[in-house]
């Protein structure tokens, strides 16, 4: 990514969508292809179990990493949507006609669309919780919204529109109060690769997340789980992999985390998942999180100064900043930052209910990451200023 | 060359044909969905030939530009020859250079033009 594009270097503000990668991890992804390339769990040898052992290492890795109390709480699925599926579709059974899901109204499409399409399928009611203008998320609310009958709370940690961070611990002791049986769900795809995450002191029953958007490789998320809900859940797919014994008339599951993993899965991609892991731990979260303090403090003062910005969402947020622009659609906002390899998102970032909510077809979003730095804020507000120009 | 040529930001802050027609023949809404454009055409047809034609929506400067040099390039065409322009076509109108996405935003009026003139057949006009 240091290479140039029509003689400019690029500038990267789209990390809420997928972060750059560090060295480390491409060549740890790389040595398992180069070095040790064999199927996990099968071979007596040699490489066939220093693939499996550094494999399951990474297990251990993510389970230190979120405080997650065993490691085999840890499942490796293709992203933060199959997590999400993964519960949905195992807990289908579970419901009936009549249940209830809630959903706050700034979910990703990955924790809204499931859990609509899983009422559509078993009559469940979806519910939704509003957000406040400034996209905040009223614990009180919870009073008339988790009913008996509500199994499911399915939350955002982090807003990847508003930034709006979500206190998930005062949520789950909430919805704990009001109904024991409820269920939370988070999606912290926004929140793991930014600030220190423990499951434990959330208390919450699921989380999902995706080693993409934290300098690891595409193709791999995490879904972690509460182990006896994991036990008590059937296995989302059939295959490989996940089998204790199969006969003609039935087949004996392994014990999660692998009765979820069927058939072989990134091997290379989790084993250099472990390799950022590493390389956010040796950062610290708290550096991580205080630089992108810094830089969204420093963005946001800076574009308010653009004239005829509006910016969405709180104050107090993580790293990005969803914005509309008055002379401007966001596409054409986009298009002329591309000119000088400004790179932001336009459109709903998968976050259409919200946008429609909010009044507004689409905004241009600028994300922020480690590598993140006050001079890409320069650029960004140059090439805004530019768009103003350039529509006058 | 750069995409926001004079021509193009000229249709965009003053489109031609922005507007409804008093009766028109058929009358179709299509929207992108994940760029939030939403681009609705209006046509007047007599034997077989565009007489007048309006447009209304929001969007992009690139979707809204095309339909507003769209209403003014099949004023007087065939409906016949409408159905069978192509993206190539949008792409030559507009004249700028235009990435995949981009072009998805240039031909959602033709798409929608095309969806009126389907509707009118299917009323007998």
Known sequence: MQRKINGKPIIYL???????????VIDKENEYYKRYTANIFRGIYTTSEEATREYEGVRVKVARFIRAPKTEEI???????????????????????GDNVVVSIMEHHSNFVPWQQLGEEKGVKLKIWQVSPTGELNLNDLDKLITRTTKVLAVTAVSNVLGTIVPIREIVRKVKTLNPNCLVLVDAAQAVPHMRVDVTGWGADFVAFSSHKMLGPTGVGVLWGRYELLEAMKPFQYGGEMI???????????????????????????????????????????????????????????????????????RKRAGVIAFTMKSAHAHDVAQILNEDNICVRSGNHCAMPLHVSMGIAATARASFYIYTTREDIDALVQGLEKVNTTFR | ????????????????????????????????????????????????????????????????????????????????DIMKMKTPDIINMIGSPLTPSRTKCAILPLEVLQKAVVSLKRNGK
Do not use: W
Not at chain 1, 274 to 300: C, F, N, P, S
């Open chain 1, 244 to 314: 204790r014994e199969v006969r003609i008339e039935k087949t004996i599951f392994k014990d999660p985390p692998h009765k979820f993993e069927a058939g072989t899965p990134h091997i290379a991609g989790v084993i250099g998942f472990g390799a950022a892991i590493d390389y956010l731990t040796k950062l610290g979260m708290q550096r991580v999180k205080k630089h992108e303090e810094e830089i969204v403090g420093y963005a946001m003062k800076e574009l308010e100064k653009i004239k005829g910005l509006t910016i969405y969402g709180p």
């Open chain 1, 75 to 97: 499942i490796f699925t293709r992203n933060t949507s199959e997590s999400i599926n993964l519960v949905a579709y195992s807990l289908m059974p579970t419901f009936t006609k």
């Open chain 2, 1 to 80: 060359m750069d995409i926001y040529r004079q021509i193009i930001l000229d249709h965009y802050k003053h489109p031609r044909n922005f507007g409804h027609l008093d009766n028109p023949d058929a009358k179709t809404e299509e929207g992108n969905v994940t760029c939030g454009d939403r681009i609705v055409m209006e046509i007047a047809v007599t034997g077989g030939v565009v007489r007048d034609t309006r447009f209304s929506g929001e969007g992009c400067a690139i979707s809204l530009a095309a339909a507003s040099m769209l209403t003014e390039k099949v004023k007087g065409k065939r409906i016949l």
């Open chain 1, 14 to 24: 789209d990390s809420t969508a997928t972060s750059l990668k560090p060295q480390p």
